[in-house]
């Protein structure tokens, strides 16, 4: 069950890495180039891009909780791949947290701005496209981890200890 998990994770996190690196490249210079500006044309925009909303709703909080299934599982692991383990699933719970606690307030934030006369909005921007990236960066490390430790058998560990080892009957 354990290494399961650990695959769901790391196929989960592949897919929110593409997803994201996507919209860093594609869809968030169209909002922040020249914020507040920017940010005024886009949001006033009568068609713009779907940034996704649909797929972050349900595939951040998917990730969150898997993470946390995986640490549990993780911390009772045994093994020289437990670290790279813990580690991934820690730090991708720590970037689902700051998701929540930052990134979001902050880009609803943005998506409400329709008056470019917001004087400490460029500032923000910009500060959040640059800990975009460093989330970004947190998230691919945490994802080697975990891709580290699946490769190198985690979660074998956890069935192996969970089943009866075959013992003697001493007859």
Do not use: C
Not at 2 to 20: C, D, N, P, S, T
Not at 124 to 137: P, Y
């Amino acid at each position: 069950m354990g290494r399961k998990l650990l695959w769901f994770l790391v196929v989960m996190l592949g897919v929110e890495i593409g997803a994201g690196l996507y919209e860093a490249r594609v869809l968030v210079p169209l909002w922040s180039r020249s914020a507040p500006e920017s940010l005024v044309a886009y949001n006033t925009q009568s068609l713009r891009p779907n940034p996704g909303f649909t797929f972050w709703m349900i595939s951040t909080p998917l990730t969150g909780l898997v993470s946390l299934i995986n640490l549990v599982f993780a911390w009772r692991a045994k093994g020289p791949t437990r670290r790279f383990w813990l580690g991934g699933a820690m730090a991708t719970l720590i970037v689902f947290a700051v998701t929540f606690l930052y990134f979001v307030p902050e880009l609803r934030a943005f998506q409400a701005l329709r008056d470019a006369g917001a004087a400490d909005m460029a500032g923000r921007v910009q500060r959040w496209v640059t800990l975009n990236w460093v989330r970004a960066v947190v998230y691919v490390a945490a994802w080697l981890s975990l891709l580290h430790a699946y490769a190198n058998g985690a979660g074998v560990v956890i069935a192996a200890v969970a089943a009866p080892a075959n013992r003697p009957t001493g007859s």
